[in-house]
């Protein structure tokens, strides 16, 4: 849906989700007021990506434009967001740094 032909009561956001190999951008129209958290719930993540279940989603840290959220179902949405989910990570950032100092790539 075009941002000009979206009903006065919607707001254009993105929520987006990243498996290593895989992304998707769900491109929503969701009711002013809507939560980031809502708005994960509203993009069905769970059937793009049937590796994670629903819990998955539900307890996902999420950010917005790489900002993380205290309280992601507090956060009321803007025109133009675009909501991260979160994912944990494979490994961790220090641990990566050390191993190639190493030479252990």
């Known amino acids: ?16 989700y990243a498996e290593p190999h895989r992304q998707r951008v769900v491109a929503l129209a969701v009711a002013p007021g809507t939560s980031a958290r809502d708005a994960v719930r509203e993009a069905e993540l769970p059937s793009l990506f049937p590796e994670r279940d629903a819990a998955f989603f539900e307890r996902a840290p999420l950010g ?12 009321v949405l803007e025109q133009g967001d675009r ?12 641990q990566a ?9």
């Open 1 to 16: 849906m075009a941002p000009n032909d979206m009903p006065a009561s919607r707001i254009m956001i993105e929520v987006a």
């Open 64 to 75: 917005i434009f790489g900002q993380a959220l205290k309280a992601p179902d507090h956060r």
């Open 83 to 94: 909501v991260e989910v979160y994912r944990p990570l494979v490994v961790d950032p220090k």
């Open 97 to 105: 740094r050390l191993a190639r100092a190493r030479g252990g790539d």
